[in-house]
């Protein structure tokens, strides 16, 4: 599988786009880069499968109702649509645990809330996409309308077990925006704190 990855000036917005060797396509978090990457689809005549929304912060899911116009579905977490600036006609909700068949490799959707309700991470293969819940050397805030700093340190905990050589593509491209959980786990303050929860609620954002 191909990631290719898009990068706006505008907040250092990380999207992606997810081929297979049948030129079938996956975007995550279409957000400001949703010309460019129309005109990827379009140059390398890519089959536009879906839009995966890791959350529904303006950021991140702007530019998902131009590919609904063009016939894709859009999935995102049921407790984030109340969040949408720009709306989806017809929302798919995700469940944490489903897997998706869009693409030659499944996508597992975890449900990871805390950074906002109804954040989801994506994991294909050996490539998790995690959206405003992890970046490099710390996690995404909780001061926001929804977020919750427990759900946070629930949803770490959860991918903390997780194959410790998976590698994270985060929401914006703060610290490189790239990393590995191996990595987090060593070194991210957020991680390294998990166990106390008083310990935890003193170094997130
Ligand atoms: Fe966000």
């Known amino acids: 599988m191909n990631i290719k990855i898009f990068h706006s000036e505008k907040?250092?917005?990380?999207s992606y786009l997810l081929i297979d060797e049948k030129k079938d396509a996956v975007?995550?978090?279409p957000s400001w880069s949703y010309e460019s990457i129309e005109k990827e689809i379009y140059k390398s005549n890519l089959s536009l499968k879906s839009v995966l929304l890791t959350h529904?912060?303006?950021d991140h899911s702007d530019g998902a109702a131009f590919f609904e116009k063009k016939?894709?579905?859009?999935?995102?977490?049921?407790?984030?649509?109340?969040?949408l600036n720009n709306p989806i006609k017809n929302p798919l909700p995700l469940k944490d645990g489903q897997k998706l068949f869009l693409l030659e490799k499944e996508i597992l959707c975890l449900h990871t809330p805390g950074h906002s309700p109804g954040s989801f991470c994506f994991l294909c293969q050996?490539?998790?996409?995690?959206?405003d819940t992890i970046f490099p050397g710390y996690c995404g805030r909780v001061d926001l309308p929804g977020s919750n700093p427990k759900e946070m340190r629930e949803s770490l905990i959860k991918i903390a077990k997780l194959d410790e050589g998976i590698k994270i593509y985060s929401g914006h491209s703060y610290n490189?925006?790239?990393s590995t959980i191996k990595k987090e786990k060593e070194s991210n303050p957020c991680f390294v704190n998990l166990d106390n929860e008083e310990d935890f609620f003193n170094v997130i954002i």
């Not at 050996?126 to 959206?131: A, D, I």
């Open 11 to 14: 907040m250092e917005n990380l």
């Open 27 to 29: 975007i995550i978090d």
């Open 56 to 58: 529904g912060h303006y």
């Open 71 to 83: 016939g894709a579905p859009i999935y995102i977490g049921d407790q984030d649509i109340f969040l």
């Open 126 to 131: 050996n490539n998790l996409f995690t959206g």
């Open 176 to 178: 490189g925006g790239e």
